[in-house]
Antibody, heavy 118, light 111 residues
Framework: EVQLVESGGGLVKPGGSLRLSCAAS????????MTWVRQAPGKGLEWVGR??????????DYAAPVKGRFTVSRDDSKNMLYLQMNSLKTEDTAVYYC?????????WGQGTLVTVSS | QSVLTQPPSVSGAPGQRVTISCTGS?????????VHWYQQLPGTAPKLLIY???NRPSGVPARFSGSKSGTSASLAISGLQAEDEADYYC???????????FGTGTKVTVL
């Protein structure tokens, strides 16, 4: 059974940085494509960024609102996925989910809340 | 940046059939990309409900079905049950954005 567990959320001031982690079990993160999806309070789902599997080059892609500020990475030795978030804005306040992706977002974590506020 | 449009809400009595539309464009659904659907129960993470337009993952009841035509897709729930009360999102890929896109979301209410 695939399990994804996010951590690292919290309160941060505008302009600050935060790194989210996603611990995976039941899968090998280097062998699958993985993404981050966020959901602002009371709002819909928004794709944030993706990292391809190692065999597919391990490249990353990002949604326009976060490009240049957020970085998706992984640590294959720890089987972990990360989201480094810099230059945070109030509009980045959301629950952040890590997911596996193969066209569809098949497996989801429970999410971690990031609040950007002064 | 939702580029897939859904009705904000639909409702129906127990046992009825409801449908949720998902309208995209020629660079998303109309370009041939698959449509997937997710169910989000209150306070929980989304769950894959329908994948590749009309396929149900193991464990999803047969009363959920999907279809796709042109630049749109639909989710149908037959024999509506109280436990179906949730938010539903469609999702696809958009080549003009080079990224995944979600629908605006639809809240289903069981009367």
């Amino acid at each position: 059974e695939v399990q994804l567990v996010e951590s690292g959320g919290g309160l941060v001031k505008p302009g600050g940085s935060l790194r989210l982690s996603c611990a995976a079990s039941g899968i090998t993160v280097s062998n699958v494509w993985m993404t981050w999806v966020r959901q602002a309070p009371g709002k819909g789902l928004e794709w944030v960024g993706r990292i391809k599997s190692r065999t597919d080059g391990g490249t990353t892609d990002y949604a326009a609102p976060v490009k240049g500020r957020f970085t998706v990475s992984r640590d294959d030795s720890k089987n972990m996925l990360y989201l480094q978030m810099n230059s945070l804005k109030t509009e980045d306040t959301a629950v952040y989910y890590c997911t596996t992706v193969a066209g569809k977002f098949g497996n989801w974590g429970q999410g971690t809340l990031v609040t950007v506020s002064s | 940046q939702s580029v897939l449009t859904q009705p904000p809400s639909v409702s129906g009595a127990p046992g009825q059939r409801v449908t949720i539309s998902c309208t995209g464009s020629t660079s998303s659904i109309g370009a041939g990309y698959d449509v997937h659907w997710y169910q989000q129960l209150p306070g929980t993470a989304p769950k894959l409900l329908i994948y590749a337009n009309n396929n149900r993952p193991s464990g999803v009841p047969a009363r959920f079905s999907g279809s796709k035509s042109g630049t749109s897709a639909s989710l149908a729930i037959s024999g509506l049950q109280a436990e179906d009360e949730a938010d539903y999102y469609c999702q696809s890929y958009d080549s003009s954005l080079s990224g995944y896109v979600f629908g605006t979301g639809t809240k289903v209410t069981v009367l």
